[in-house]
């Protein structure tokens, strides 16, 4: 400890945590203690010492603090408690210079105990609070944000030293949680999963290019009642996506009308402190197919019949073009059809069809399992237009296979950034910096 100390550039907390507080060190607690003397006596500016340490003990560790600064903590890896204020006020009191509460997120809506912790505090006395876990990413992010002391971030992916950890690199430079201040507005994906979705890299970019005090986060929710009347009032528009983007509505208090008549909203706009709907997937994928073909009159093919589907499917059928849907669960394609009005057919009944549009909604081609294709490459025909609304990777083996048959291609990236341009030109009324948003997508996609 004498040598990094002696080494460091940066403050440094010294933390030696005990095993009944879910940490490693398995000395003895006169050890334990030692070492927080010993890194007083060496210069460190910060030492952690649990709540739980004997109180005798731990007020003779305050007292002999010196210059440095005594954080006193109190970790639970198992749950957040629904009150958390007695346990800060008897922190509060203990003689040290910052609280640290730190618990495990079981749901989404933990994070608002920690939220609400920093609201009633003490506005003297310092505090480090967010939750554990996959659940709780969000407090890591907005706790420093909404008054928070400090926050955690990891060395690397895959360094992380606690449960749902955020690369530092990422907390700064694509979260900015050392340039935001509380009063700002807040964005986000609802889904289960949201590890995979790159909204959050788009549109923290574009706020930060437009110098906009506006955050976007990954919601991972279970629960969307829970979610929605808890958060109500938090957030000023969302993104929705799988399993959320017909439950969603039942939220809202108004629907667009395209969102109404394709049954799924995949936005959320805060307008007059009314929730209203949207559905930029639709707009998305047709300025998509557009941008290489006219879909009027044109033969069109979509295989699934999920989510994304629907949304593509009304905007086909409302450019005229003849419409037929496929699915291995020939039900679903069988009730899609009913609601868009159109045909349906069974995958095997493909080569009997005229195309002109074959569409692909599945996540067939999707990472990693990329060599697989929805389709044979005996339907691909020169002067097909072959859109696959797969985005990662850029080129599937569709398109791959289609390119190599002379059909003219459409990349399932096109609809992703045009459906989050209009997104974020519906939340902020601005210009969106499209050249910036395009720009993070593919440099993301290409690593």
């Not at 007292?63 to 970790?75: A, M, Q």
């Not at 509460?101 to 505090?127: G, H, M, P, Y």
Request: net charge negative; hydrophobic share 40%; proline share 4%.
């Amino acid at each position: 400890m004498a040598r990094l100390i002696k080494e460091k550039s940066k403050p440094v907390i010294v933390t030696p945590r005990s095993q009944k507080d879910g940490g490693r060190f398995k000395g003895s607690e006169d050890e334990r203690l030692g070492l927080l003397k010993e890194a007083v006596s060496l210069g460190a500016e910060y030492i952690d010492i649990e709540f739980s340490t004997d109180e005798r003990l731990r007020k003779r560790v305050i007292e002999e603090s010196k210059g440095t600064k005594v954080i006193v903590s109190y970790h639970n890896y198992t749950e957040t408690p629904s009150d958390l204020k007695e346990i800060y006020d008897d922190i509060a009191i203990s003689g040290g210079d910052i609280v640290k509460i730190v618990t495990f997120a079981n749901s989404i809506n933990d994070n608002l105990v920690i939220f609400d912790l920093i609201k009633r505090r003490e506005k003297k006395t310092d505090i480090v609070t967010f939750c554990m876990g996959k659940h709780g990413e969000i407090s890591r992010i907005l706790s420093p944000i909404m008054g928070g002391y400090l926050t955690f971030g990891s060395l690397d992916e895959g360094k992380e030293s606690a449960q749902g950890q955020i690369p530092a690199r990422v907390l700064k430079s694509v979260y900015r949680v050392d340039g935001l201040g509380p009063d700002i507005n807040i964005y986000g994906l609802v889904g289960n999963p949201v590890s995979e979705s790159m909204g959050y890299l788009i549109h923290n970019r574009a706020f930060a290019e437009l110098g906009l005090d506006s955050i976007y986060l990954p919601f991972l929710v279970d629960d969307l009642n829970s979610f929605m009347t808890g958060f109500k009032g938090l957030f000023k528009g969302l993104s929705v996506t799988m399993p959320f983007k017909e439950e969603v509505i039942d939220f809202l208090d108004r629907v667009d009308k395209k969102a109404e008549d394709i049954g799924a909203v995949n936005t959320v706009v805060t307008e007059d402190d009314k929730l209203v709907g949207y559905n930029t997937d639709c707009s998305g994928a047709i300025m998509a197919l557009e941008g290489r073909t006219e879909i009027k009159g044109k033969n069109a093919v979509m295989i699934g019949a999920g989510g994304v589907a629907r949304a593509i499917g009304f905007g086909v059928k409302g450019r005229g073009a003849p419409l037929t849907i496929t699915d291995i669960e020939i039900d679903k394609a069988i009730s899609l059809s009913k609601d868009i009005g159109c045909e349906y057919c069974n995958p095997e009944e493909l080569d009997n069809i005229n195309m002109d549009i074959l569409i692909n909604t599945t996540p067939v081609g999707m990472y990693p399992n990329v060599d697989k294709s929805p389709v044979p490459d005996s339907l691909l025909k020169k002067g097909m237009i072959v859109f696959d609304a797969v985005y990662n990777p850029l080129k599937t083996r569709l398109l791959k296979e289609a390119e190599a048959k002379g059909c003219i291609t459409v990349q399932g990236v096109e609809m992703f950034i045009n459906q989050g341009i209009e997104q974020f030109e519906m939340w902020t009324k601005r210009k969106a910096p499209v050249d910036i948003m395009r720009e993070v997508v593919l440099n993301r996609l290409r690593k």
